[in-house]
């Protein structure tokens, strides 16, 4: 069981926008920044959102992200095929303290 | 660009040590700014923090992986490496390496902004 909570599944038609989200606690979440991964099959994950809401060089802004008390949210807006895949969150939590990720949204494009 | 690329065995023998080494190119593991990470996926599932490391050897582990841990930093080949002993079944998985870039503010996790294609490593005897 992970220590921040993920949807399992989500999904999406092409165009939609679609939202995956990253519940956690005081000890994580709550005091701390959040990063967001992508991971599309068979291939390593790649940074996607650092900060909350940082986007790297080359990422779309078709992907954003945002924070608020101890949840997360990444958004995907003019959803295409080529985004689906799984998604992780990550954080540092102050009580196991160490790394942390989400276990995942999988993410359908219909 | 940067670059990262594991090697190791792929295949380890219970009770025995895991070691895996990550070589850069297109940076130096001397940076001022970055930490060097290892990561590990097991088979279908999440990612899991294996650890940290600054080119001077200061280190940060998963608590749930620091007796078992130990990684550290070959400035003169641009390598870094992960030892994990004692290993059983549980910690077969994809293993990758990434470089760890600044975050803002306190504790934080930073975050991994190139990676390794990653490595499988088997726990099998």
């Known amino acids: 069981q992970s220590v921040l909570t993920q949807p399992p599944s989500a999904s999406g038609t092409p165009g939609q926008r679609v939202s995956i989200s990253c519940s956690g606690s005081?000890?994580?979440?709550?005091?701390?920044?959040v990063t967001w991964y992508q991971q599309l099959p068979g291939t390593a994950p790649k940074l996607l959102i650092y900060d909350n809401d940082q986007r790297p060089s080359g990422v779309p802004d078709r992907f954003s992200g945002s924070k608020s008390g101890t949840s997360a949210s990444l958004a995907i807006s003019g959803l295409q095929s080529e985004d689906e895949g799984d998604y992780f969150c990550?954080?540092?939590?102050?009580?196991?303290?160490?790394?942390?990720f989400g276990g995942g949204t999988k993410l359908t494009v219909l | 660009q940067v670059q990262l690329l594991e090697s190791g065995p792929g295949l380890v023998t219970p009770s025995q040590t895991l070691s895996l080494t990550c070589t850069v190119s297109?940076?130096?593991?001397?940076?001022?700014?970055?930490?060097w990470t290892w990561i590990r996926q097991h088979p279908g599932k999440g990612l899991e923090w294996i650890g940290y490391i600054y080119h001077s050897g200061r280190s940060y582990y998963n608590p749930s992986l620091k007796s078992r841990v130990t990684m550290s930093v070959d400035t003169s080949k641009n390598q870094f490496s992960l030892r994990l002993n004692s290993v059983t079944a549980a910690d077969t998985a994809v293993y990758f390496c990434a470089r760890a870039a600044e975050c803002s503010g306190g504790d934080c996790l930073r975050p991994f902004d190139f990676w390794g294609q990653g490595t499988l490593v088997t726990v099998s005897s």
């Open positions: 005081s000890a994580n979440i709550g005091r701390t920044t």
């Open positions: 990550a954080a540092w939590d102050d009580i196991v303290y160490g790394g942390v």
């Open positions: 297109g940076d130096s593991v001397r940076s001022a700014i970055y930490y």
